[in-house]
């Protein structure tokens, strides 16, 4: 198993780009759109339910893991998409039915 460190994580800013591509509300996933935001008790805040997940994962091992990548290129905008947390789980327990489409 990968350490933190030797994955190719989103910066912060990459991290929210998906959700704001997104409009922030709904999982990219054109199977699902489930909402993934959520009332909190304080008016103020929202409860989150969304991920930036990696298209192909951040460090070996992972799903769809694509060595040709560069570390950049994996923890680019381009290699990420906005998912709600069942999706996210979803696809990357089943890399059969959700194989990557990047590059074809």
């Given at each position: ?15 929210y780009s ?68 069942i ?18």
């Amino acid at each position: 198993m990968s350490s933190r460190r030797d994955r190719d994580d989103f910066t912060t800013a990459t991290q929210y780009s998906p959700c704001e591509e997104s409009g922030g509300q709904r999982c990219s996933n054109p199977e699902c759109g489930r909402g993934t935001s959520g009332p909190h008790s304080d008016a103020d805040r929202a409860v989150n339910l969304g991920i930036a997940a990696h298209i192909t994962a951040a460090s070996p091992g992972g799903p769809r893991f694509d060595p040709a990548l560069s570390p950049e290129s994996r923890s680019s905008l381009e290699n990420g998409i906005w998912l709600c947390y069942i999706c996210a789980a979803k696809i990357d327990r089943d890399e059969v039915r959700y194989p990557t489409l990047l590059g074809n």
